[in-house]
């Protein structure tokens, strides 16, 4: 079929042209960047801040911010601990926006050591974080670029995650400080960066992102569900730390501050496949891949 | 639940305050902004532009963009009329990117007054545009606004429409002339702008897109389906002019050349509900909404 073309050609390597003005070596393609990447490039993404979501047809696994949000990655691991959300259910699901969980107030579950409110954390200080930049221009930062294994934004005194595709976030009132971490959502649309430093995100889907992002929509407005029975139960929650080895699933995330992944940036920036009939040269801080593997 | 806080404000009006650069009346809510819209911002949707695609789950209308693309728009008008697409199928579904359809190559259909390839219509130039331009920096184009009802960018010199999600583009080979938009897919997440340019982008789902994003995942490469049973099966595309007038859908959209979408776009940029915050005071082209309405 034709339209096979309009991929197919994603992962063969081509050679750089003369006019590639930030390249110097044989372009590679991004299957060979990240074969031919050291394994000190790689991180073993800690159990200890990795989510196991059980749900009817499948596991999603997020990974927490604990760089940037300690203070909700602590309350959501008590929670994770308390198995505050086993039996909650998928609340939400809204085009082009986000797929939202928690638990009814009329189907309550003790929080164990969490508490109820957190302080935002929906900036920290600039000063002392150490970014990969992205050159090219944002719509809604001075900066944008990826730290600890997250993209983030700055203006130069605050930093702070970004709402991109798969990104996970902790729901709140009308209150900075009315958040937990007992609510989330991930984004399954066009990145809301209007949501940035409105709200704190708090991790990021590493696996199983498809589960969510296909989840029938919600017909009421902003897309919550208006029977129970739309509803998807949650089977249950748990920390990585928490389960026996033998149900771990080994991530491995490619560090946002190694070479592997200043190449990686560079083969999205520059297309070099041979489908490309204008290599581009540009990429939006959201179109940058971030790479997981499961360790052999 | 305390999720319900995350947007319930989204739609309640706010005063203007004193530092707003873009304001002087009082800031009005979007739905307000629409409610009170006078009637010739809004243009009737052409029948002629639109296609109907009848899946066994529901109605897709996907408007054309005549004006961008008119050998596309003609090209697909005539594949319509040829009935070309009763009995084609969803082949791909691929997280985070594109949804697509087209027939199989052992399963042909006669092309009618349609040709097998088109010029490539990737951008036309800028002169005699009138792009209703957004104030706010964008990863890929030095310009970006909005024309005929549809994203667009340019560099000056041409100007093409971006590749926004729900936005549909017509599947083409490894040369520039080899689409046809006999094989179609629309974006289902983050704006994957680094196909603008080098694919011809023919129009926009005006109704139905939450049936095409929550198609199930494909498994194999790029997101295609690996066995003809995971494959949706596609009814019938219809012109919206072919069909009797009992069938059509009588859609107006907010002219984007209008003072009301102008005032759109400013509540979008300037988030005053109660919820936010920060009103962030950007926006992103593909986060702006595009809106339509049912004629009553």
């Known amino acids: 079929m034709r339209i096979l073309g309009l991929l197919t050609a994603g992962f063969l390597a081509a050679c750089a042209s003369a006019e590639a003005p930030t390249e110097t070596a044989p372009v590679r393609a991004l299957s060979e960047i990240l074969e031919q990447s050291p394994v000190e490039d790689w991180r073993a993404v800690d159990q200890g801040n990795l989510l196991y979501m059980q749900l009817p047809a499948g596991r999603v696994i997020i990974e927490l911010a604990a760089d940037y949000t300690p ?26 926006y986000v797929v939202q969980w928690g638990r009814d107030e009329g189907d309550p579950r003790p929080l164990g050591e969490a508490t109820a409110t957190l302080a935002p954390e929906f900036e920290r200080p600039r000063a002392g974080v150490d970014i990969t930049r992205l050159p090219d221009p944002d719509s809604y930062a001075r900066e944008v670029g990826f730290a ?3 993209p983030v934004a700055s203006n130069g005194r605050t930093t702070w995650m970004a709402h991109c595709y798969g990104m996970v976030g902790a729901g709140r009132g009308d209150t900075a400080d009315s958040g937990s971490g007992a609510e989330l959502y991930v984004v399954i649309g066009h990145a809301p960066r209007h949501l940035d430093r409105n709200i704190a995100t708090v991790g990021r889907v590493l696996q199983g992102m498809e589960l969510l992002s296909t989840m029938p929509r919600g017909t009421g407005p902003l897309g919550f ?72």
């Open 225 to 296: 569900y208006e029977t129970p029975e739309e509803r998807t139960t949650i089977i249950s929650v748990r920390l990585g730390s928490e389960l026996p080895a033998s149900e771990r699933v080994n991530l491995e995330a490619l560090r946002t501050d190694s070479q592997t992944f200043r190449d990686v940036i560079e083969s999205r920036r520059f297309r070099r496949e041979s489908w490309f009939l204008d290599p581009i040269g540009r990429i939006n801080l959201c179109n940058v891949p971030l790479p997981v593997r499961v360790r052999s």
């Open 148 to 150: 600890h294994g997250f």
């Open 71 to 96: 203070l909700h990655a602590a309350n959501i691991r008590a929670l994770a601990r308390a198995h505050y959300w086993d039996g909650a259910q998928i609340v939400r699901s809204q085009e082009n």
